[in-house]
Each structure stands twice: as structure tokens, then as C-alpha cells.
């Protein structure tokens, strides 16, 4: 009998035990687990490269890639001085560019950002924001042929292209969003970020040609002197021996590359037996002069 209960109380001692022992497994999993919570929370540059294997297959939509052009571009337009509608060089853009406002899927608004930089970008909502640097030294030919490249590559998609990188590395990677291939909001530091990647987005060169080619159609079908875009393409050529910056690295790649599309250019327009060396018109970022105003004459009756 004594036997027995010794075996029931040492039994009963080990089961306490073994009771104990899963309850302190148990706080130290809960512990474990929370402290492996707040590492990944904190530490999100670790957690980088598990997000970067989940969005490898992350599309964006163009209705995506528009909306959120749009909302970087308002960021852009609200910390740039904009043109006024009746300033001298907002007045010549729209009198170059404001008939053509339509494409295949997408609308164009054109805005001039006053700065002397030598610049120029259209994004995937369709807005195309042109430097006043760059109309002070082209003419309205040129500024077609420029700008109807930018435009290239808004209908050929590769501006939603570059917002879809610009969006995978400052919002998916930053987190906010998941593996998931829903578009999360994203913050205004975010949005900053994602407008000067779109600025200084870098296109491949087929996707340069591309836009070269589209640009060379624009002017053609719209009655333009295609020689244009070869006088517009000399110019960037040329600057890009100095120390002009990110427009004409971007536009142009490089030296050997601008001398090669300006040269491609030309080719188009002779194989057209179109070409004719083009002379640059005068420019004029001026206000059109106001007529003055008739002066009133009146004649004194004869007495």
C-alpha cells in the first residue's frame, strides 16, 4: 500500500511537472514567436528579398499605371512654377500642341514647367510636362518632333512600364503592399520618390527607336516637316558634349548612339524623298504683340 502511493505521489509530482514544463514550452513559443514578429516588422530590410521573389509576377494595368502618373504628376505640377495659361511660353505650347490631345486609349494635357533646364516627359495618364529650357533653344518643328517622341512612348506603353518599376521599387519594397497583385496606396514620400523616377526614367534603345519612329509618323501624318526631327536630334547631339544633364543622357544614351538617331532621321525622310536640310525658324516665347487700339477722329462742323 505504501508502495503504491509512493508510485501515485511520484507520478503525480512528474505530471505536475511535465505540466509545468509545456506551460513555460508555451510562454517561451508565445515569446519566441512575438520576438520573430516585431524582428520582421523592424527589420524590413531582411524581409527585402522574400517581397522582391513575390512580385515577379506583378502586372500593372494602365488604368493602374494612369492613376498613379497622375497623382506623382500633381505632386510634380504643385512643387514646380507651372506656366499660367496666359504666360508667353504656355500660350506657344498650346498653339503647337493644342489640337492634339487624343490617342489610342489615353488623353494629353500639356503643362511648362519654368526652369532652364533642358527637359521634357510625358507619363502613362497621358501628361506631358515640357522645361521652358528646352523651348528657348527649339523651334515649334522641333518641339513637335521632341515632344511627339515623349508622347511615343506613352502609346507604345513604355511610360507605364517605367511606372511599374518606379512603383515595385519604392512601394512594394518598402512595403506597401504584399505578394499580392492588388496596387496599394502609396505614401507622399513614396509618391516623390515614384515622380523623379518617372522624370529620369531610363528606356531601353528599342524602345528609343521606337518613339524616334513614332515621333517621325506623328509629323508625317500630320503634315510637319519630318526634317525636323533630325534638326531637333543634331541640337540634343550636341549638347550632349557639354555638360547638359539628364534629358539628353536619357533621350539621347550617348554621343556615338544621338549621332546614329539623328542620322536614322534623315534616312527616313530620304527613303520618303522627303528630306531637305532643315532650317531652323526663328523662336519666339514671347506674347504676340497687342494691336493697338484705332484711335477715335472727330471732325469739327464748319461754322
Given amino acids: 500500500m505504501f508502495l503504491l502511493l509512493s508510485i ?14 509545456f506551460i513555460v514550452l508555451g510562454i517561451l513559443f508565445i515569446s519566441f514567436g512575438a520576438a520573430k514578429m516585431n524582428a520582421q ?11 522582391q521573389k513575390g512580385v ?3 502586372t500593372l494595368t494602365n488604368e ?25 511660353y504656355a500660350v506657344r505650347l498650346n498653339r503647337v500642341f493644342g489640337k492634339h490631345t487624343k490617342g489610342e486609349g489615353y488623353t494629353l494635357n500639356y503643362k511648362v514647367y519654368k526652369l532652364k533646364e533642358v527637359n521634357a516627359f510625358a507619363t502613362a495618364d497621358g501628361s506631358v510636362r515640357v522645361y521652358s529650357g528646352l523651348m528657348d533653344i527649339m ?44 496596387v496599394a496606396s502609396v505614401t507622399d514620400s513614396q509618391l516623390g520618390k515614384i515622380g523623379s523616377a518617372m522624370i529620369d526614367s531610363k528606356h531601353s534603345r528599342k524602345q528609343e527607336t521606337e518613339a524616334d519612329l513614332f515621333s517621325y509618323d506623328f509629323l508625317k501624318k500630320n503634315g510637319y516637316n ?4 533630325e534638326s531637333a536630334f543634331r541640337i540634343l547631339a550636341k549638347m550632349s558634349e557639354g555638360t547638359e544633364a539628364s534629358f539628353i543622357d ?49 471732325t469739327k462742323k464748319k461754322k
Avoid: C, W
Avoid at 527589420?43 to 517581397?51: M, P, T
Avoid at 505640377?77 to 508667353?88: G, K, N, R, Y
Avoid at 519630318?226 to 526631327?229: K, R, S, T, Y
Fill in 139 to 182: 523651334d515649334d518643328n522641333e518641339l513637335l518632333a521632341v515632344i511627339g517622341h515623349e508622347i511615343g512612348h506613352v502609346a507604345n506603353n513604355d511610360s507605364r512600364d517605367a511606372m511599374r518599376a518606379a512603383y515595385q521599387k519604392e512601394a512594394l519594397l518598402d512595403g506597401a503592399s504584399s505578394q499580392s497583385a492588388t
Fill in 8 to 21: 501515485f505521489v511520484v507520478v503525480n509530482s512528474n505530471i505536475k511537472m511535465m505540466k509545468n514544463k
Fill in 56 to 58: 515577379t509576377s506583378f
Fill in 226 to 229: 519630318v526634317n525636323a526631327e
Fill in 250 to 298: 536619357q533621350m539621347m544614351s550617348s554621343h556615338p548612339e544621338s549621332q546614329k538617331r539623328a542620322d536614322d532621321a534623315k534616312k527616313r525622310a530620304e527613303k520618303d524623298g522627303l528630306y531637305k536640310a532643315y532650317v531652323q525658324q526663328k523662336i519666339v516665347n514671347t506674347a504676340p504683340a497687342k494691336k493697338a487700339a484705332a484711335k477715335k477722329t472727330t
Fill in 41 to 51: 516588422i523592424n527589420l524590413g530590410e531582411k524581409a527585402i528579398g522574400a517581397l
Fill in 64 to 88: 493602374d499605371a494612369a492613376k498613379l502618373s497622375k497623382e506623382a504628376v500633381d505632386k510634380l505640377d504643385a512643387e514646380h512654377v507651372v506656366a499660367a495659361t496666359t504666360d508667353p
